[in-house]
């Protein structure tokens, strides 16, 4: 059994945010997940004349 570390040990979420920030490998999955998100759903704002021809 893993005992969680004690609640003033632990980073909050601000002090993970920007640690996340700062790591480049976060940085590149994340540039990575939104890339696949746009490719499967592209943003809606487009002209409708483009959608029609």
């Known amino acids: 059994r893993i005992e969680a570390?004690?609640?003033?040990d632990r980073p909050t979420r601000p002090q993970l945010l920007t640690l996340a920030k700062?790591?480049?490998v976060v940085r590149e999955v994340q540039e990575i997940f939104?890339?696949?998100i746009i490719?499967?759903?592209?943003p809606e704002n487009t002209n409708s004349k483009?959608?029609?021809q």
Do not use: G, L, N
């Open 5 to 8: 570390q004690p609640a003033q």
């Open 22 to 24: 700062e790591d480049t």
């Open 50 to 52: 483009e959608k029609d």
């Open 39 to 42: 490719h499967a759903r592209p």
């Open 34 to 36: 939104q890339a696949k």
